[in-house]
């Protein structure tokens, strides 16, 4: 089976992408290469911006995932007008000429981010999205783009996924575990500006495997799909990493508090996915941290550009007047 993974040289497809070619997939990638090209060499790579695309280009593709665009809030604020062409209206164009090329099933990363700042209920795919971002505003914009494209013939997966982390060949430190296992090996001090918001935390491979249930799913299931491996506290997230740190690299941590305002606090009901996909998420904050001590040595160059999307965001994109 052919799949076209649009965004794939990122940091979820660069986890993704082995585990297809070991089911045996035929992948080809498309990317602009921001953060560079760590896919194993048997993947077809294309450099190329998913606007250059034409219905020629994705025929004889089964499945088209969307794994691109900006992937954080401080990108999209940093040029909100880039992030609506590139997280709404890219998979809105990708989608369409997916199902007009007679592909069968397109993939959308979108983000539980749509859910903006809710007070304590566990949001499902139900709930009221709304969110006051361009991060969020265009992820949903994204989503309700491709999703209204799914018909009998074109079934459309569209996920919303909670933070990621863990280690992938392609690797990021500006997401909340992540972030904070890097801050607690430099400064011994793991900062928490907020311990009572809730995030949504993705394992990498608990992403994957997300990623081969929908493709591997029956032809005629599309939908919404909250993603996550569990919902946690940000005040958790610090004392599981802090634990993690001690426990396996024998570092001591201290733990500093803030009580700043954020603009986004959710958690997310899987059952759906469970359900529907037969999504039974494997990891948690602890087994993400014995993760990333086991994969150490390859991101030790911490302050490695590559590895903040925002720093390399900022040396491609002239910042916008609306930004400030
Ligand atoms: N990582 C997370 O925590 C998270 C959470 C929720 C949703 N998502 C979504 O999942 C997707 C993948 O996230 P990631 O962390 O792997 O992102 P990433 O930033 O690591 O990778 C994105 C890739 O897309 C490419 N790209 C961007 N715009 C493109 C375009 N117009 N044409 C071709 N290539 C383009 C970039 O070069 C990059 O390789 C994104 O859509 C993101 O919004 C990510």
Known sequence: ??????????????VLIPKLLERGYDVSVIDLFWFGN??????????????????????????VIFLAGLSNDPMA????????????????????????????????????SVYGYTVNELYDETSPAVSNYPYGISK???????????????????????????YSPRMRLDLVVNTMFKTALIEKTITVNNPSIWRPVLGIQDAASAYIRAIEANGDISGIFNIASGNYTVGEIGDLVR??????????????????????????SIDKARKVLSFHPKQDVESIVKD???????????????YYNIQVFRTLEKPEKTAK
């Not at 634990?243 to 997310?268: C, F, P, S, T, W």
């Open 292 to 306: 990333l001590v086991a994969n150490l040595d390859k991101f030790k160059d911490f302050d490695n550009p590559r």
């Open 77 to 112: 604020e940093f040029s909100p007008s880039k992030n609506f062409v590139y997280n709404a209206a890219a998979p809105a164009y990708l989608g369409y000429i997916a199902k007009k090329g007679g592909v069968h099933r397109f993939i959308y990363a979108g983000s539980c």
């Open 1 to 14: 089976m052919k799949i076209l993974i649009a965004g794939g040289a990122g940091y979820i497809g660069s």
């Open 140 to 166: 949903l914009q994204g989503e309700q783009a491709v999703i209204q494209m799914k018909d009998k013939d074109f079934s459309v997966i569209a996920f919303r996924q909670g933070t990621v982390s863990g």
């Open 243 to 268: 634990n993690g740190i001690r426990e396996h690299l024998k570092i001591d941590v201290r733990l500093a508090i803030n009580h700043i305002q954020d603009y986004r606090n959710y958690k997310v």
């Open 38 to 63: 760590h896919l194993p060499g048997e993947v077809s790579v294309l450099r190329k911006d998913i606007f250059d695309l034409e219905v020629g280009d994705v025929k004889g593709y089964e499945t």
